[in-house]
């Protein structure tokens, strides 16, 4: 900057001024330049300073003098980590600071202080040769004296061992049995220096590794140590027999533990016994080991006599009946001994004392046990979590708490019958009592709990409330009762303290009275509901409340109706609630032949869902009757476009089979021509469809196509028969429908089925095989009849969906039912209710799942409502309830083989 930059700098007619600006930069140059250095020269210094200092550390572990072998050991690892590595590593410490140091020499002016300090430095490694000679002389020499000291040391131990065994030959002498406790701390003495030798000897033998050495065994020492133990065991047995005898004897006898006294007598036993056999050879040691086994064997003659009277389950009701057996009053207190229990001569009476004492005992384990079950109930409690936002709690997980009454019962009861249980018979009967009555109130709430959880969001609706006005005055007894409870409860959520609540299961027994009493006048209330507007039968309870809940504002029933009506996905409403059409969930939209009210019906659902149902059929018959009116007004191309598809498909198989049947009678030239006609008809539908249409539009035509072609495979067939009488079986044997008395009319062979006139949507066809129209043949014979079909086939063959394309070409609703191994005569006898009622079809897929108890009952349900039909009644009784018949219902099953 200082010299490469112009003071001045000519711009044509001005110029530019920048000695400021240079000096400026000049500055902040020389600034940065200045802590630049000061930093690499703080940097060098730290580095110089920590040379120094792990030369310094070197330089004092090396000159230390080691006082101990181990300390010896490290020093000589360390110097050779030094000599192998660190140094290496400092010399290239001070390779960098060397670079370092030319580098600020260059750059900048150093002190006299950081000279010398770089200089203390540099010198370290022609010091350090001085040092590692030092300190390898000092090494030698401290190794030579620890390998003279370790030679010291050993003979020592040697001596030692020698006195040990020397100690050890004394044992055999002591022979005399009041002088055991002596020998017995002799003998420990004895092993205490073993011990020490024994550490000795591992230090001695890591120095003899160090050092390169032959490792010393001293088998001595072993020999020494394995004499010494079987007269160190007859010791200590002896000593602890003479204290434990001496107790045992002296002290309090209500104190003795027979387990453990007998558990401590046969390890002294065992003990004597193991060392007769270890000392045959030896008289005096033998001698004592004879005589405390003797006295062990005398002492155990009483020991059924202990275990007897130091039973901890003897009572005073026990002790009373020891007294009447020895015929004087004897209970132990503080002051008794067994030497003084044994002074009374009691084993002729050792039968009734085991006798007593085993009666208590059982009685004694009893209480335990009683006492066990009573304490387990500590610390269990019921969960309570909050409920939505109801403000009140409902039970969780009663699993633990159902395991424990479980056992308990069957543990209370069982107790009872034991022939022990009479001291506390009052006890354990109180107790189970208390455990049933849990069980009970346990039982009771969740049965409650159950009820109330299904019940709350019915409710909680203003307009259920209003239509059941006395079940919901029961239902507000019943939410207060469980709210209070529930508050209650969670102030203390121990089971115990929670089924002791006062009143709690009589409460809880009412509620679930009037829970039932609320179940059955809803279950009433629903079933009136069914039998107005039959096509309920065909909901859950669920669902019907939901659509019955809704009486302020039918708009909010819309997305049910579906579950009603198989085509109606919705309707529309005009501003006075009024509905003016019906629309499927393809989008057709359909003008009813009235407006439905629903202010009409006052809030009852139901009134305006039948004033619908009628209107539907009303409507689809209008506009069938208008389109068939329509259909010679205009070319067939522009017909199928104007009509929705439910209405095209049906009056255009009315018409081929009118013009059919005048071609048959015209003769084969005639059915030709119309053959030939239908197939140009094809071939301008699927012109259309290859165009730009509306999606309903294309959707109609898809399902005509389908049914023009089957139409046309009919003639082929008839052509190639050469069919002359239109009673000719092949033609009776197709589905022809006609217009007759102003209504659609299905026949086939000799069947004659009226079209329904239910809406279905504009929905597709299925495909017309042979087989399909042999199923149709014997389906459309069995209605006749008054009968059902069971098309039989493997899975996926299209069992079901020939029986549901059939409906659509009748115009009826099919409901198919998935049947499984859970359903019982009850949910079935609903569904058949709907279905006789309201006229449509069924088809029960599936239908060997179902139990056979259950399945009998069905057969004698169907019979019932087949046999109704054939009567030509209209109302019959079927399950105890007058319902009104529609002889268009059938029933029809599948199964899988």
Same mark, same amino acid.
């Given at each position: 900057?200082?010299?490469?930059?112009?003071?001045?700098?000519?711009?044509?007619?001005?110029?530019?001024?920048?000695?400021?600006?240079?000096?400026?930069?000049?500055?902040?140059?020389?600034?940065?330049?200045?802590?630049?250095?000061?930093?690499?020269?703080?940097?060098?210094?730290?580095?110089?300073?920590?040379?120094?200092?792990?030369?310094?550390?070197?330089?004092?572990?090396?000159?230390?003098?080691?006082?101990?072998?181990?300390?010896?050991?490290?020093?000589?690892?360390?110097? %050779? @980590?030094?000599? +192998?590595? !660190?140094?290496? *590593?400092? &010399? /290239?410490?001070?390779?960098?600071?060397?670079? =370092? $140091?030319?580098?600020?020499?260059?750059?900048?002016?150093?002190?006299?202080?950081?000279?010398?300090?770089?200089?203390?430095?540099?010198?370290?490694?022609?010091?350090?040769?001085?040092?590692?000679?030092?300190? %390898? @002389?000092?090494? +030698?020499? !401290?190794?030579? *004296?620890? &390998? /003279?000291?370790?030679?010291?040391?050993?003979? =020592? $131990?040697?001596?030692?061992?020698?006195?040990?065994?020397?100690?050890?030959?004394?044992?055999?002498?002591?022979?005399?049995?009041?002088?055991?406790?002596?020998?017995?701390?002799?003998?420990?003495?004895?092993?205490?220096?073993?011990?020490?030798? !024994?550490?000795?000897?591992?230090?001695?033998?890591?120095?003899?590794?160090?050092?390169?050495?032959?490792?010393?065994?001293?088998?001595?020492?072993?020999?020494?140590?394995?004499?010494?133990?079987?007269?160190?065991?007859?010791?200590?047995?002896?000593?602890?027999?003479?204290?434990?005898?001496?107790?045992?004897?002296?002290?309090?006898? !209500?104190?003795?533990?027979?387990?453990?006294?007998?558990?401590?007598?046969?390890?002294?036993?065992?003990?004597?016994?193991?060392?007769?056999?270890?000392?045959?050879?030896?008289?005096?040691?033998?001698?004592?080991?004879?005589?405390?086994?003797?006295?062990?064997?005398?002492?155990?003659?009483?020991?059924?006599?202990?275990?007897?009277?130091?039973?901890?389950?003897?009572?005073?009701?026990?002790?009373?009946?020891?007294?009447?057996?020895?015929?004087?009053?004897?209970?132990?207190?503080?002051?008794?001994?067994?030497?003084?229990?044994?002074?009374?001569?009691?084993?002729?009476?050792?039968?009734?004392?085991?006798?007593?004492?085993?009666?208590?005992?059982?009685?004694?384990?009893?209480?335990?046990?009683?006492?066990?079950?009573?304490?387990?109930?500590?610390?269990?409690?019921?969960?309570?979590?909050?409920?939505?936002?109801?403000?009140?709690?409902?039970?969780?997980?009663?699993?633990?708490?159902?395991?424990?009454?479980?056992?308990?019962?069957?543990?209370?009861?069982?107790?009872?019958?034991?022939?022990?249980?009479?001291?506390?018979?009052?006890?354990?009967?109180?107790?189970?009592?208390?455990?049933?009555?849990?069980?009970?109130?346990?039982?009771?709430?969740?049965?409650?709990?159950?009820?109330?959880?299904?019940?709350?969001?019915?409710?909680?609706?203003?307009?259920?409330?209003?239509?059941?006005?006395?079940?919901?005055?029961?239902?507000?007894?019943?939410?207060?009762?469980?709210?209070?409870?529930?508050?209650?409860?969670?102030?203390?959520?121990?089971?115990?303290?929670?089924?002791?609540?006062?009143?709690?299961?009589?409460?809880?027994?009412?509620?679930?009275?009037?829970?039932?009493?609320?179940?059955?006048?809803?279950?009433?209330?629903?079933?009136?509901?069914?039998?107005?507007?039959?096509?309920?039968?065909?909901?859950?309870?669920?669902?019907?409340?939901?659509?019955?809940?809704?009486?302020?504002?039918?708009?909010?029933?819309?997305?049910?109706?579906?579950?009603?009506?198989?085509?109606?996905?919705?309707?529309?409403?005009?501003?006075?609630?009024?509905?003016?059409?019906?629309?499927?969930?393809?989008?057709?939209?359909?003008?009813?032949?009235?407006?439905?009210?629903?202010?009409?019906?006052?809030?009852?659902?139901?009134?305006?869902?039948?004033?619908?149902?009628?209107?539907?059929?009303?409507?689809?018959?209008?506009?069938?009757?208008?389109?068939?009116?329509?259909?010679?007004?205009?070319?067939?191309?522009?017909?199928?476009?104007?009509?929705?598809?439910?209405?095209?498909?049906?009056?255009?198989?009315?018409?081929?089979?009118?013009?059919?049947?005048?071609?048959?009678?015209?003769?084969?030239?005639?059915?030709?021509?119309?053959?030939?006609?239908?197939?140009?008809?094809?071939?301008?539908?699927?012109?259309?469809?290859?165009?730009?249409?509306?999606?309903?539009?294309?959707?109609?035509?898809?399902?005509?196509?389908?049914?023009?072609?089957?139409?046309?495979?009919?003639?082929?067939?008839?052509?190639?028969?050469?069919?002359?009488?239109?009673?000719?079986?092949?033609?009776?044997?197709?589905?022809?429908?006609?217009?007759?008395?102003?209504?659609?009319?299905?026949?086939?062979?000799?069947?004659?089925?009226?079209?329904?006139?239910?809406?279905?949507?504009?929905?597709?066809?299925?495909?017309?095989?042979?087989?399909?129209?042999?199923?149709?043949?014997?389906?459309?014979?069995?209605?006749?009849?008054?009968?059902?079909?069971?098309?039989?086939?493997?899975?996926?063959?299209?069992?079901?969906?020939?029986?549901?394309?059939?409906?659509?070409?009748?115009?009826?609703?099919?409901?198919?039912?998935?049947?499984?191994?859970?359903?019982?005569?009850?949910?079935?006898?609903?569904?058949?209710?709907?279905?006789?009622?309201?006229?449509?079809?069924?088809?029960?897929?599936?239908?060997?799942?179902?139990?056979?108890?259950?399945?009998?009952?069905?057969?004698?349900?169907?019979?019932?409502?087949?046999?109704?039909?054939?009567?030509?009644?209209?109302?019959?009784?079927?399950?105890?309830?007058?319902?009104?018949?529609?002889?268009?219902?059938?029933?029809?099953?599948?199964?899988?083989?």
């Amino acid at each position: 900057i200082k010299y490469n930059t112009q003071p001045v700098v000519p711009f044509g007619l001005v110029e530019l001024h920048c000695g400021e600006v240079n000096a400026t930069l000049l500055k902040r140059a020389e600034a940065l330049a200045k802590q630049l250095f000061d930093k690499i020269s703080d940097d060098n210094r730290a580095l110089n300073a920590k040379i120094c200092a792990e030369y310094d550390e070197i330089s004092v572990k090396a000159l230390a003098k080691p006082a101990t072998t181990d300390e010896m050991m490290e020093l000589q690892k360390y110097m %050779e @980590q030094v000599q +192998r590595k !660190t140094i290496h *590593q400092l &010399e /290239e410490d001070i390779g960098k600071a060397k670079r =370092r $140091l030319e580098f600020l020499i260059d750059h900048t002016t150093l002190t006299t202080e950081e000279l010398a300090a770089n200089n203390h430095t540099f010198t370290w490694p022609l010091r350090m040769g001085p040092i590692f000679d030092e300190s %390898e @002389q000092l090494m +030698r020499a !401290t190794r030579d *004296q620890a &390998e /003279e000291n370790l030679r010291e040391r050993r003979e =020592r $131990l040697n001596e030692e061992l020698l006195s040990y065994h020397k100690q050890l030959d004394e044992f055999k002498d002591f022979g005399k049995l009041k002088d055991v406790q002596k020998y017995a701390k002799k003998a420990q003495y004895l092993q205490q220096r073993l011990q020490v030798a !024994t550490e000795k000897v591992e230090q001695f033998n890591v120095e003899e590794v160090a050092f390169g050495w032959e490792v010393t065994s001293y088998p001595l020492k072993d020999h020494v140590l394995s004499e010494l133990e079987p007269f160190a065991d007859l010791y200590d047995a002896s000593a602890k027999w003479n204290g434990l005898y001496r107790r045992w004897m002296e002290g309090p006898f !209500t104190e003795l533990i027979p387990e453990d006294v007998e558990a401590e007598a046969s390890n002294v036993w065992r003990t004597m016994y193991k060392a007769t056999k270890t000392f045959a050879a030896v008289p005096n040691p033998l001698k004592i080991a004879e005589a405390i086994k003797d006295k062990v064997d005398e002492f155990k003659e009483h020991m059924p006599l202990i275990q007897a009277l130091c039973n901890p389950g003897l009572q005073d009701r026990h002790w009373e009946r020891i007294s009447e057996a020895v015929g004087f009053k004897l209970k132990p207190d503080a002051e008794t001994t067994l030497a003084r229990v044994i002074d009374l001569n009691l084993t002729t009476h050792l039968a009734d004392f085991e006798t007593i004492s085993e009666s208590a005992t059982k009685e004694f384990s009893l209480a335990k046990a009683m006492d066990k079950m009573e304490a387990e109930w500590t610390g269990v409690e019921f969960t309570f979590v909050p409920y939505r936002e109801t403000g009140t709690y409902i039970v969780s997980s009663v699993d633990d708490i159902q395991t424990i009454l479980d056992d308990q019962i069957v543990k209370a009861q069982t107790m009872r019958g034991s022939p022990f249980i009479a001291p506390f018979a009052d006890r354990i009967k109180a107790w189970e009592t208390r455990l049933i009555t849990m069980q009970e109130i346990l039982d009771e709430m969740l049965k409650v709990q159950a009820t109330w959880l299904y019940l709350e969001p019915i409710f909680s609706s203003p307009d259920i409330m209003a239509q059941m006005p006395e079940e919901g005055r029961r239902f507000t007894q019943v939410d207060k009762s469980w709210r209070e409870m529930m508050g209650e409860a969670v102030k203390d959520c121990r089971v115990l303290t929670v089924t002791a609540i006062e009143g709690i299961l009589p409460s809880l027994k009412q509620s679930n009275q009037l829970l039932d009493l609320i179940q059955k006048g809803l279950n009433e209330y629903l079933e009136k509901k069914r039998l107005f507007f039959t096509r309920f039968f065909f909901l859950s309870n669920d669902e019907m409340l939901e659509i019955l809940s809704e009486t302020k504002d039918p708009t909010r029933v819309q997305p049910h109706l579906r579950k009603c009506f198989e085509g109606i996905a919705s309707v529309v409403f005009d501003s006075s609630l009024d509905i003016t059409d019906m629309r499927s969930a393809e989008g057709e939209q359909i003008e009813l032949s009235e407006r439905v009210s629903t202010v009409k019906a006052k809030g009852q659902v139901e009134k305006w869902l039948v004033d619908l149902e009628n209107m539907m059929l009303r409507s689809v018959r209008r506009v069938c009757a208008e389109s068939v009116e329509a259909f010679a007004k205009s070319s067939r191309e522009d017909w199928v476009q104007a009509w929705p598809g439910q209405a095209v498909i049906g009056v255009s198989q009315i018409f081929w089979a009118k013009e059919v049947t005048l071609a048959i009678r015209a003769g084969p030239a005639a059915i030709r021509a119309y053959r030939d006609k239908c197939s140009e008809q094809i071939d301008k539908i699927v012109g259309i469809v290859r165009g730009e249409l509306p999606k309903l539009t294309r959707m109609t035509l898809g399902a005509l196509v389908v049914i023009d072609v089957h139409a046309r495979d009919v003639l082929s067939r008839i052509v190639d028969i050469g069919i002359k009488d239109e009673n000719d079986f092949e033609w009776l044997s197709q589905l022809r429908y006609f217009w007759e008395e102003e209504s659609i009319v299905a026949r086939m062979i000799s069947s004659t089925v009226n079209y329904a006139y239910e809406y279905l949507g504009n929905s597709g066809r299925l495909v017309i095989t042979p087989l399909t129209d042999r199923c149709y043949r014997t389906v459309m014979g069995a209605l006749q009849l008054n009968l059902g079909g069971a098309p039989e086939g493997p899975a996926g063959t299209g069992k079901t969906e020939t029986i549901k394309d059939l409906a659509k070409a009748m115009a009826k609703q099919c409901v198919v039912f998935n049947c499984s191994d859970g359903l019982d005569y009850l949910a079935m006898g609903k569904f058949f209710k709907g279905l006789a009622a309201c006229g449509c079809w069924a088809c029960f897929d599936e239908f060997n799942r179902i139990d056979l108890e259950v399945l009998s009952v069905v057969a004698q349900q169907v019979m019932t409502i087949q046999r109704a039909s054939a009567q030509g009644l209209t109302r019959f009784m079927f399950e105890g309830t007058d319902l009104q018949l529609d002889p268009t219902c059938a029933i029809f099953i599948t199964m899988n083989p």
